[in-house]
């Protein structure tokens, strides 16, 4: 188990990316609480060694996809989407960010992802691939695409 | 070319609020990080039952699987399997009066000398007290063939015309193939190797006492006769043994 002072410096190095890909994902504020406690008490119990920095990051995001992912498939929970409770959270933004993060929620699940981890984390198709595990072809079909679907919503070219 | 996606994404921020719960969280769920992961002996079940499987099948496989075979050869044709701990685990007959027989006895799962001594004292065996019985010992373990043999011998060392050999595990199949017993098929090889016109069809349907007097009438004079072929015929290679010193078949007389 790892000790509190490691603790505290993961939620501190990985808060905001673990907040990020909450976001993309869920819809309100008290899921996100709990899925931002379950990934870091899994990184707690966790023994993986880190090979590296970029090791633990990416460690981190594909948690946190896959908790998302399995916090939705929940049985109890309800599926439907209401855009108007998931374009909410942005609310509290300041209106250029606002729309973008709101053409990016508003997106099919499957594209939110590819978004973020390339247009923000920076990663490559590739490297997205292994993150995600889906086919690396599929992921650049995803980027493509998601590319043509935020220019229709956003407007321009510039992203 | 992201970067309205990602001034986007740079303005969302964890909370301070969001980190001192999750914290807190943590810090209750592990006990104050005093909890160490336990080893959680639930996760063995599955292998431990795999293990146990294993030696469940590994154990039954080993109790039901034949090492060696008895023939017992008059007209009544019959075999019985013996596994490594020498209980019979199989009993067959080879023609009718066999099956006849096989079917009647209650021999399973005894050791071989007693299931022996039950199938030499039945009536099949007991009103043919003149003929020739061929008791032929194969298996894959040579030193369980040569303690079986032994044995055999030794039960029946006061019977008559009783005739003890071991015969070749290899050739088992094939006489099984062809229906007949390993014993029978054994003196079979050696009536062809005698007279290669003889056939397994016409062998099918002879008495132990009416292939022995073949081989007899068809080996050469000058081979000695022995008053028993304790054990030392026709030592299982197929259809040549006979020429051994002791290894005529045919009835023999006790005086």
């Known amino acids: 188990m790892r000790s509190e002072q490691q603790v505290n410096q993961a939620i501190e190095r990985y808060g905001d990316t673990v907040k990020r890909i ?15 406690q379950t990934v870091f008490l899994k990184y707690v119990l966790s023994s993986i060694v880190f090979e590296s920095e970029e090791h633990e990051r990416a460690w981190f995001i594909r948690i946190t996809i896959n908790v998302c992912k399995d ?3 929940n049985f109890f929970r309800s599926h439907t989407v209401s855009i108007e409770e998931a374009i909410g959270q942005t609310d509290h933004l300041p209106l ?5 993060l709101d053409a990016v929620l ?10 973020y981890l390339h247009y923000y984390e920076g990663y490559t198709a590739p490297q997205i691939s292994r993150i995600l595990g889906k086919n690396v072809n599929t992921v650049y079909t995803l980027m493509t695409r998601s590319k043509q679907l935020l220019r229709e919503r956003l407007g321009g070219d510039e992203l | 070319m992201s970067n309205r996606i990602q001034r986007a994404f740079q303005s969302i921020h964890a909370e301070e609020s969001l980190k001192d719960s999750t914290r807190n969280f943590i810090f209750h769920k592990t006990n104050g990080y005093r909890n160490h992961i336990r080893f959680q002996f639930s996760r063995l079940i599955p292998v431990v039952a795999c293990i146990i499987l294993l030696i469940v099948l590994g154990c039954y496989q080993s109790f039901f699987t034949s090492t060696s075979i008895i023939s017992i050869d008059i007209n009544p044709s019959l075999e019985l399997g013996i596994n490594r701990f020498e209980k019979v685990i199989w009993v067959k007959g080879y023609n009718p009066e066999g099956e006849l027989l096989a079917d009647s006895l209650e021999i399973n799962y005894l050791n071989y000398q007693d ?12 009103s043919k007290q003149n003929e020739p019985v061929s008791i032929a010992v194969a298996s894959s373990n040579q030193s369980q063939q040569e ?4 044995q055999i011998q030794s039960c029946t ?7 003890c050999y071991s015969a070749q595990w290899d050739n088992v199949s094939e006489a099984h193939a062809s229906g007949l017993s390993c014993g029978k098929y054994q003196a079979f090889l050696i009536l062809k190797s005698l007279d290669p016109t003889v056939t397994l069809e016409q062998v099918q349907t002879m008495t132990m006492q009416q292939i022995h007097s073949q081989i007899q009438s068809l080996s050469p004079s000058d081979q000695p006769q022995n008053s028993h072929g304790t054990g030392n ?8 043994s006979g020429t051994q010193n002791n290894g005529q078949h045919g009835k023999r007389e006790r005086e």
Request: with cysteine; glycine share 4%; charged share 30%.
């Open chain 1, 22 to 36: 909450c976001m993309v994902h869920l819809k309100n504020s008290t899921d996100t609480e709990d899925i931002f």
């Open chain 1, 71 to 73: 916090f939705l498939k």
């Open chain 1, 96 to 100: 250029e960010h606002r729309e973008v």
């Open chain 1, 106 to 115: 508003s997106l099919p699940a499957k594209y939110r992802d590819v978004v």
């Open chain 2, 115 to 126: 299931a022996l001594e039950q199938v030499l004292s039945q009536e099949e065996f007991t």
């Open chain 2, 147 to 150: 303690e079986i043999l032994s």
């Open chain 2, 157 to 163: 060392v006061e019977r008559k015309n009783t005739f």
């Open chain 2, 233 to 240: 015929g026709h030592k299982g290679n197929a259809g040549h």
